[in-house]
């Protein structure tokens, strides 16, 4: 899988939609599960995985599996927000990831989330394979 340098592996810029606010202008508190995804997605990316052609040509999805979500200060309409992303753990099948997205300098919300690997057709956890272990340890914080 070749690496994607488009982005700094790590950090994604979002701009915040009406859409992801709530009536008030303020961003809808499980919309943060969605960008931290995104966040985890593009980093991934960013590493040289692609998860569409992991569950096509090998059988093998990322699933979350618990996510603790702590909530600081809100995000608004129009705000561009970073997501960091960094992992923080590895299991024989999970991943942890730390996570935080921030306004400027200002903390918003911080997550610990674990990703399962599991079997595409099955869903039962598999092993992480060793190219993708040895992926993750170099990236490991």
Known sequence: ?????????????IRVYYEDT???GVVYYANYLKFFERGRTEWLRALGMDQHTLATQEQ??????????AY????RLDDRILVRTSVTGLGASTIRFGQQALRD??????????????HAISFKPIRLPPSIRD???????
């Open 135 to 141: 992926l993750l340890e170099k990236a490991l914080h």
């Open 105 to 118: 300098d200002t903390l918003l919300a911080s997550a610990d989330i674990q990703v399962c690997t599991v």
């Open 1 to 13: 899988m070749k690496p994607d340098r488009t982005n700094p592996p790590g950090e994604l810029s």
């Open 22 to 24: 709530d009536t008030g």
């Open 72 to 75: 600081r200060q809100p995000a």
């Open 60 to 69: 093998m999805m990322f699933v979350v599996k618990h996510a603790d979500i």
